[in-house]
């Protein structure tokens, strides 16, 4: 099956700096992939959808300025989270679909946990 | 905005016990995914559902899915404490493939 790698698995930084986070589609071209965060035991709140070489889409709510995504090919997609804060400490996940349509397959990476000291 | 209903949020049960996840929606949906997670890791796909009415089985697992599309639900039999985990239900319907999250189910089955 399709594979999602997530790079790193965890992080641990201070206040004020910036974590980048990267998603790869190992083994098929995404299309579009996906950022959710998710607090402990509460279920993944979508964050941004990415397209290959244009502009994330973010959701409500999220601040763009704050969480920077890029998705430069069709195999990559970075989410830094600039001047982290202790809130910002949370398990962020990505997802990649190669295809466009409603029910395609989301696969999703092992996620990242970060935490803002 | 396409509400999703899931329920309940936490389930403590004895080996051997069944249960049942419901998940509803505020209005028809095109496709509906159930997951499973474990802790520390990305959610692992169930099943994908897109026809009303349909039944699907993953071994000790049962799949419903409502004839108007509007509702779903996952029953376990005789869990096992490797069932353990959070469940999620997940709709589709928009494009890219974007999908909206129910709030989560907490399974512990306990030996």
């Known amino acids: 099956g399709a594979v999602v790698s997530q790079h790193p698995s965890w992080v641990i930084c201070k206040s004020g700096t910036s974590v980048k986070i990267e998603c790869r589609s190992l083994d098929f071209q995404a299309t579009t992939m996906f950022w959710y965060r998710q607090f402990p035991k509460q279920s993944l709140m979508l964050m941004a959808t990415s397209n290959e070489g244009s502009k994330a889409t973010y959701e409500q709510g999220v601040e763009k300025d704050k969480f920077l995504i890029n998705h430069a090919s069709l195999t990559l997609s970075t989410l830094t989270v600039t001047s982290a804060h202790p809130e910002d400490s949370s398990f962020y996940i990505c997802?990649?679909?190669?295809?466009?349509?409603?029910?395609?397959?989301?696969?999703f990476g092992p996620g990242t946990r970060l935490t803002v000291l | 905005t396409q509400l999703l209903e899931q329920s309940p949020q936490f389930l403590s049960i004895q080996e051997g016990e069944n249960l049942t996840v419901y998940c509803n929606s505020s209005?028809?949906?095109?496709?509906l995914q159930w997951y499973r997670q474990e802790p520390g890791e990305g959610p692992v796909l169930l099943v994908t559902?897109?026809?009303?009415?349909e039944v699907k089985k993953l071994k000790r697992l049962t799949f419903q899915f409502g004839d108007a599309r509007k509702d779903s639900s996952l029953h376990i039999t005789a869990a096992q404490p490797g069932d353990t985990g959070l469940y999620l239900c997940a709709l589709g319907g928009t494009s890219y493939g974007k999908l909206t999250f129910g709030q989560g189910t907490i399974l512990t089955v306990h030996p």
């Open positions: 559902v897109v026809t009303g009415g």
């Open positions: 997802s990649a679909t190669p295809g466009t349509q409603a029910w395609d397959t989301q696969y």
């Open positions: 209005s028809v949906f095109s496709s």
